[in-house]
């Protein structure tokens, strides 16, 4: 079993950035692909970015080359660094833990990018 938990969400005007956290607890965190997804009002939750257990990051074209996505494992700690927010990155971000058939949810954090 794993717990998310995730904090860093805000308001941000246009242009700023947020880095948002997410705390795992629960073993072999080092194997999970860990994630982070959005939902904005009245949309579906999207893939925002990703980090395997082997190193391979995957980022949704809309926030490529202004998000970028990290972990450390010895902390049990994934992070979103977003720089350059734009009013439609206003959403409840969440982070994901995955492994085979093991899927963790976090509760979420909302980032809220406006004037």
């Known amino acids: 079993q794993v717990q998310l938990v995730e904090s860093g969400g805000g308001l941000v005007q246009p242009g700023g950035s947020l880095r948002l956290s997410c705390a795992a607890s629960g073993s072999a965190f080092s194997l999970y692909t860990m994630g982070w997804y959005r939902q904005a009002p009245g949309k579906q939750r999207e893939l925002v970015a990703t980090?395997?257990?082997?190193?391979?990051?995957n980022y949704a074209d809309s926030v490529k080359g202004r998000f970028a996505i990290s972990r450390d494992n010895p902390k049990n700690m994934v992070y979103l660094q977003m720089n350059s927010l734009k009013l439609e990155d206003t959403a409840l971000y969440y982070c994901?833990?995955?492994?085979?058939?093991?899927?963790?949810w976090g509760q979420g954090t909302l980032v809220t990018v406006s004037e």
């Open positions: 994901n833990a995955r492994w085979g058939l093991r899927d963790y």
């Open positions: 980090f395997t257990s082997s190193g391979a990051t």
